[in-house]
């Protein structure tokens, strides 16, 4: 799901482009990770993510690294958080 406009002017952002995080399972790594439903996932070490597919091709990308730090914005809070690719389909 696109950033909507007032997120982006009121975070900065430029290029409008996030994942809108709907759910997160309990125990997922999405969970461990710390990932809130409501949270939008903007950026894996530092590529912007324009999409669903793209967050999974980027997850992809740095599967054999052990930490990937994604930023995401919380409610009027943008911040990093670790998740460990190697456990997404965990």
Avoid: W
Wanted: contains cysteine; aromatic residues 4%; hydrophobic residues 40%.
């Amino acid at each position: 799901m696109p950033l909507p406009p007032r997120l982006a002017f009121k975070h900065g952002f430029i290029q409008q482009s996030s994942v809108y995080i709907r759910e997160v399972q309990p125990g997922s790594p999405a969970d461990k990770a710390g990932l809130k439903t409501g949270d939008l996932l903007v950026r894996l070490d530092g590529e912007a993510v324009t999409g669903v597919d793209d967050m999974f091709r980027l997850l992809d990308a740095h599967r054999i690294e052990k930490i990937v730090t994604a930023t995401i914005v919380r409610g009027n809070t943008l911040t990093e958080i670790e998740i460990c690719p190697e456990d997404r389909d965990g």
